[in-house]
């Protein structure tokens, strides 16, 4: 855990990631949350690689490494924004385009573009429909899109 100096509200959480096969490219993603009562945490922006957590969900850490990594964490509560990946597979020349196009309609987005990561926060009052006709401009071979945390109805 790392407090933020210009926010003392805010801090990171570092999360221990599994690593198969040379993915994701780091062992650690680290996350910054608002700290609450009795050490509840409020994610503030979406996650690269951890799974199953969306920008306003409240965790409760179970476990931390010896390294003071997240091992383990479980839902307080859960947001109803849903969190999406892309992956740049070949390079692609419109995934910033889809980004922007994203950023109009409200959603937030984080990447690392020397892995080719972006992860994107869609907001409880949009809806998906909106977001999978810009995500249909990207194409199949080029990029690939997951959804690891779904919170929208389908």
């Avoid at 509560?77 to 950023?103: F, G």
Wanted: one cysteine or more; aromatic letters at 8%; charged letters at 30%.
């Amino acid at each position: 855990m790392t407090a933020h100096k210009k926010n003392p509200e805010l801090m990171s959480l570092k999360f221990a990631l599994e690593v198969e096969e040379d993915w994701p490219p780091f062992a650690v993603e680290s996350l910054p949350f608002t700290i609450g009562l009795a050490e509840r945490y409020r994610l503030t922006k979406p996650p690269l690689f951890v799974k199953d957590l969306s920008v306003d969900d409240v965790i409760a850490v179970k476990k931390f490494d010896s390294d003071g990594n997240v091992v383990s964490w479980r839902h307080v509560a859960r947001s109803k924004r849903t969190t999406i990946w892309i992956l740049r597979l070949k390079q692609n020349n419109n995934i910033d385009q889809v980004l922007d196009e994203l950023r109009k309609l409200g959603c937030n987005t984080v990447g690392l573009d020397q892995a080719g990561c972006y992860s994107i926060d869609v907001p409880e009052a949009l809806e998906m429909e909106e977001i999978d006709a810009v995500l249909s401009s990207l194409e199949a071979e080029r990029a690939a899109i997951a959804y690891p945390s779904m919170r929208h109805p389908e």
